[in-house]
């Protein structure tokens, strides 16, 4: 079964606007990725955020953990035409071996 | 340089075909994954090679067969393709064996078997 999940599955906002992703995972993890998929692409790394850590920050990316509630959230500030994709949360941890496990994603969709 | 590229892009089949996939990876990386994104966006693990040996063997139908000739390659070979085979199929690298380390995607091959 997928372990993350994303929510919502789609999003569409005005250029500018922040944009608020959310991902609940079922079991313990030692970290936790956000990808991006543009349509068509391969996914891409965007920031890993590791079990001990609560918030972490990349440009216009924040990502914040909470293990207790098993869930992450994933915000863009200032989004761009260019953000328009697909976001998926991934976990990595030691149910389920050598595996990263993906969620189902989240379809931005960023108008201009 | 493309640094995990994937061929073919495209593939059109019938049913029954045989078809093979070819992932290289040029970032140095022990460990290479395939995986199986359906027309819903969900992406399933299917099987990992570190190294050369198999290390991830997902519940796939023994239809489909990865073969890592050297740690910078990994193919997938998939026999008698049937219609719930289409999806796009990814290749990844990892630099790190376990418990998910940063994944680098190839740009996928979307199979269609009719």
């Known amino acids: 079964s997928q372990q993350g999940e994303e929510d919502p599955q789609a999003l569409s906002i005005q250029e500018g606007e922040n944009a608020t992703m959310n991902c609940s995972y079922k079991t313990s993890i030692n970290n936790l990725q956000w990808y991006r998929q543009n349509s068509g692409r391969g996914l891409v790394h965007l920031i890993l955020i590791r079990s001990n850590e609560r918030e972490k920050h990349s440009g216009r990316l924040r990502v914040t953990l909470d293990t207790s509630k098993k869930s992450s959230s994933l915000l863009i500030t200032a989004s761009r035409a260019a953000d328009t994709a697909s976001y998926f949360c991934?976990?990595?941890?030691?149910?389920?071996?050598?595996?990263?496990?993906f969620g189902a994603g989240t379809r931005l969709f960023v108008k201009a | 340089d493309t640094a995990v590229s994937q061929t073919p892009k495209y593939l059109v089949t019938q049913m029954g075909n045989d078809k093979s996939i070819k992932c290289e990876q040029n970032?140095?990386?022990?460990?290479m994954y395939w995986y199986k994104q359906d027309s819903k966006k969900f992406l399933k693990i299917m099987f990992s090679y570190n190294n050369k040996e198999l290390i991830i063997n997902e519940t796939v139908p023994n239809r489909f067969s990865p073969k890592s000739p050297d740690k910078a390659h990994l193919n997938l070979h998939i026999n008698s393709l049937e219609l719930g085979d289409s999806a796009v199929y990814f290749c990844?690298?990892?630099?790190?064996?376990?418990?998910?380390?940063?994944?680098?995607f190839g740009e996928g091959s979307r199979l269609t078997v009719l």
């Open positions: 970032l140095g990386h022990d460990t």
């Open positions: 990844a690298s990892s630099p790190q064996r376990g418990f998910g380390g940063e994944l680098f």
């Open positions: 991934a976990t990595g941890g030691n149910t389920g071996g050598f595996k990263t496990i």
